[in-house]
C-alpha cells in the first residue's frame, strides 16, 4: 500500500522534473556505490574533444556532489523551483520548458568555452608582453 502511494505520488510530478531529478539521483547514487567515478562524469574540454568523450557535455549537469546535506539541498531546491516552473510559467508547454533546460545548457557550456579560449589567447599574449619587455 505504502508502495503505490509513492508511486501515485512519483508520477504526479511533472514529466521533466520527473526525469531530471530521477537521472541526478541516480548519477549521484552510481558515485555513491561506486560504479562510477566522479571523473568519468566532470567536463573536460581535453577529453570531450580528443578522447570523444561526449557524454561529459551531459553528465557534469547530473551530478551535485557526494550524498551529504548539500546534496539533499540541491535535490530540494531542484525538485521545487523546476516543478513551480513546469506547473506555472511552462503548463502546459512541455516542450518550452525542455528547449530552456538545453538553452541554458548550452549558453553555460558555450560561455565556458568562451572564457577558456580567451583566457588561453590572454595568458598567450600576457607572456609575450612580458618576455618582449
Not at 53 to 75: A, D, E, V, Y
Request: with cysteine; proline share 3%; charged share 15%.
Amino acid at each position: 500500500m505504502a508502495y503505490q502511494s509513492f508511486r501515485q505520488e512519483y508520477m504526479q510530478i511533472p514529466a521533466v522534473t520527473r526525469a531530471y531529478t530521477t537521472a541526478c539521483v541516480l548519477t549521484t547514487a552510481a558515485v555513491q556505490l561506486e560504479f562510477i567515478t566522479p571523473f568519468q562524469l566532470y567536463f573536460n574540454p581535453d577529453l570531450i574533444f580528443r578522447k570523444y568523450q561526449f557524454w561529459r557535455l551531459i553528465t557534469n549537469f547530473l551530478f551535485f556532489g557526494p550524498l551529504g546535506f548539500s546534496f539533499f539541498f540541491n535535490m530540494i531546491f531542484l525538485y521545487r523551483y523546476c516543478r513551480m516552473l513546469e506547473e506555472g510559467s511552462f503548463r502546459g508547454r512541455t516542450a518550452d520548458f525542455i528547449f530552456m533546460f538545453l538553452f541554458g545548457g548550452v549558453l553555460m557550456t558555450v560561455s565556458f568555452f568562451v572564457v577558456y579560449f580567451s583566457k588561453q589567447d590572454f595568458l598567450e599574449q600576457d607572456t609575450k608582453c612580458l618576455k618582449g619587455s
